[in-house]
C-alpha cells in the first residue's frame, strides 16, 4: 500500500509536510521520502529505507535542514519516492499511489522513444518513474496525468510537485482516497484526511474519481472535473484505514462498529470474551460486543516498542516469525475460557492459526474466529494488498483446489462465494479444520457493504467476489 502528503504555503511548508507524511506511516513499512521547491534554492529531496525505523528517526534531521514553500512526500512498501525528474515540462517531482499491471506493455512502448528506466530491487521497474515517463508524453502536466489515468490498468493517484504548483490526481474509479485541506496560508493534499487535522488545516473538498486539482500558496483550481463512476475500495474501512479515518463522509471506526454488530446478530455461540486482534480488529469486536452483550476483554496485547506497524514484512518466513513474536498472551484472560476472536480478514491463514496455537498453548479452552470481511477468493488488481501473493497463496483457493481437486475457475468461485451455497460452507469448514479453530464464520459481503452505508455501486468488492 501507501499514502501520500503535499503541502503549499505562503511560508515554510517542511513542519507540515514531515507530519502529514508521518500520519500515513500505518500504510508501508519499506520506503519514505520528501521534496520541496524553493524559488531561491530549488529542489531538493530526500529517500531513506525506513524498514527498521520509524519514519520521524529517519527524517528529523531533513525536517530541520530542508526548507521550501510547497513540497509532497510519501510513504510506500514498494517503490522509492517521490522522484526527481528533469524533461521538457522542466524539473518535477512525482509520487504515486497506486498499482500498474500492465506496466510492461506501457514500458516497451515508450521504450520505443529511447527512454531508460532504472529497476528496483527484484528486477521491477519503479512504478513512479514509469507514471513520470508517461506523463512527459504529453505536451503539458494536464493532459500527461490524464493520460496515465486513461492507459494504466489498474489504479494510480498522483501528486506532482512543480515550480509553480502542486498537482493532486485522484485515480480514475476513486479506487483510493485525496482529500484537501486549508488553512489562512496554504493548502495540503493527502491521502488520509485526519493527517492535517492537528497542523491546523480545516477540510476544503474531496477529490472525485479522475479529478485533477493544482494547489498554490493562493488557491485551488480545478483543471479536470471529477468523473461520474467511483469504485472506491472497501477494504479501506475494514482495514486498510486508521480509526481515526473517514472516506466518502463514513468513519472507519464506526464503520467496525457496525461490522461487529452484525456479525453479532447472525450468531449464537457461546462464549466468555470477545477479543480483538490488534489493531485492526479491536474496533469490529468492540461493535460485536456491544451488540451481543459478552465482554470485551484484551487476551493478549501487541508489544507496540518495537512492533509500532500494522503491515507484515512480505518474506513469508518471516511473517511465519513475528507471527509468533508481537503478540503477547495475557494468561490470565485465557485460561479455561471460550474466546472470540475477531481479526479483519484471513489471505494465507498463517497468523491466526499461529494465533489459536499460542491460545490453545495458554490454556484457552475454546477459540472462535470471526473474520470481520466475506472470505478473500481473488487477489486484488488495484492496490497493493496482494501484490506478493499469488492467488493460489489464498488459503481459500488452496481450500477449494482440494475440495475440487483442481484450480477453480470463475464460475466455481462464483459458487463458493454465495454465503447461502453448501459449497462455501464446504470451504469454511475445511478452512476450520486447517487452521485448527474451534468455529469459524465470516462477515456476509451484503452485510459488510450495509456496514459502509454508501450506495454500494461505488463500493469495489472484487477481492470477495471477483466483480470489477
Not at 487477489?379 to 497463496?393: A, V
Request: proline share 4%; with cysteine; net charge negative.
Amino acid at each position: 500500500m501507501g499514502g501520500f502528503f503535499g503541502a503549499v504555503s505562503k511560508e515554510d511548508c517542511v513542519f507540515d509536510l514531515f507530519f502529514g507524511v508521518d500520519y500515513h506511516s500505518h500504510l508501508g513499512t519499506r520506503r519514505a521520502g520528501l521534496a520541496v521547491y524553493d524559488e531561491e534554492n530549488g529542489f531538493d529531496k530526500a529517500i531513506h529505507n525506513i524498514e527498521n525505523a520509524p519514519f520521524r528517526t529517519k527524517f528529523t534531521k531533513e525536517s530541520n535542514e530542508m526548507h521550501g514553500n510547497m513540497g509532497i512526500g510519501c510513504i510506500s512498501d514498494y517503490e522509492a519516492q517521490p522522484i526527481l525528474v528533469r524533461s521538457h515540462h522542466g524539473t518535477f517531482a512525482i509520487a504515486t499511489v497506486g498499482k500498474v499491471n500492465n506496466s510492461d506493455e506501457i514500458v516497451d512502448d515508450i521504450i520505443k522513444g529511447n527512454t531508460h528506466f532504472f529497476e528496483m530491487y527484484g528486477g521491477d521497474i519503479n512504478q513512479t518513474e514509469l507514471i513520470a515517463a508517461i506523463i512527459n508524453q504529453k505536451e503539458n502536466f494536464i493532459e500527461g496525468i490524464k493520460y496515465a489515468q486513461e492507459i494504466v490498468d489498474g489504479s494510480i493517484s498522483i501528486l506532482v510537485l512543480t515550480p509553480k504548483g502542486v498537482y493532486a490526481a485522484r485515480d480514475k474509479y476513486g479506487r483510493t482516497p485525496v482529500v484537501l485541506g486549508e488553512k489562512e496560508n496554504g493548502y495540503c493534499a493527502s491521502f488520509e484526511s485526519f493527517a492535517y487535522i492537528n497542523l491546523g488545516y480545516k477540510d476544503y473538498k474531496a477529490l472525485g474519481p479522475g479529478e485533477i486539482v493544482v494547489m498554490t500558496p493562493d488557491g485551488v483550481k480545478t483543471l479536470v472535473p471529477s468523473g461520474d463512476r467511483m469504485k472506491i475500495c472497501t477494504f479501506l474501512w475494514i482495514y486498510y484505514g486508521y480509526p481515526s479515518s473517514s472516506y466518502e463522509g463514513i468513519s472507519v471506526e464506526k464503520m467496525r462498529y457496525k461490522c461487529g454488530q452484525a456479525l453479532a446478530k447472525r450468531d449464537s455461540v457461546k462464549v466468555d470474551i470477545v477479543a480483538g486482534v490488534p489493531d485492526s480488529g479491536v474496533a469490529h469486536a468492540i461493535g460485536y460486543s456491544n451488540e451481543s452483550g459478552v465482554p470485551y476483554a484484551r487476551p493478549f496485547v501487541k508489544y507496540t516498542p518495537t512492533w509500532p506497524r500494522s503491515f507484515m514484512p512480505t518474506h513469508q518466513s518471516k511473517r511465519n516469525l513475528i507471527a509468533k513474536m508481537k503478540l503477547i498472551p495475557i494468561r490470565d484472560l485465557i485460561e479455561g475460557k471460550s474466546l472470540l476472536m475477531i481479526d479483519d480478514s484471513i489471505v494465507r491463514g498463517t497468523q491466526l492459526r499461529e494465533t489459536a496455537e499460542y491460545l490453545f498453548a495458554s490454556g484457552a479452552k475454546e477459540v472462535h474466529i470471526r473474520p470481520a470481511c466475506p472470505p478473500l477468493l481473488y487477489g486484488c488488481k488495484y492496490l497493493n494488498f496482494s501484490r506478493s501473493t499469488s492467488e493460489m497463496e489464498l488459503i481459500t483457493r488452496r481450500v477449494i483446489t482440494k475440495l475440487e481437486g483442481k484450480e477453480p475457475d470463475d464460475e466455481m468461485l462464483r459458487a463458493y462465494a454465495d454465503p447461502d451455497s453448501d459449497k462455501y460452507q464446504n470451504m469454511i469448514d475445511e478452512i476450520c479444520k486447517e487452521l485448527k479453530f474451534t468455529s469459524l464464520r465470516y462477515h456476509r459481503l451484503d452485510d459488510m457493504l450495509a456496514s459502509v452505508g454508501i450506495d454500494e455501486d461505488k463500493l469495489c468488492t472484487y477481492c470477495w467476489d471477483g466483480r470489477e
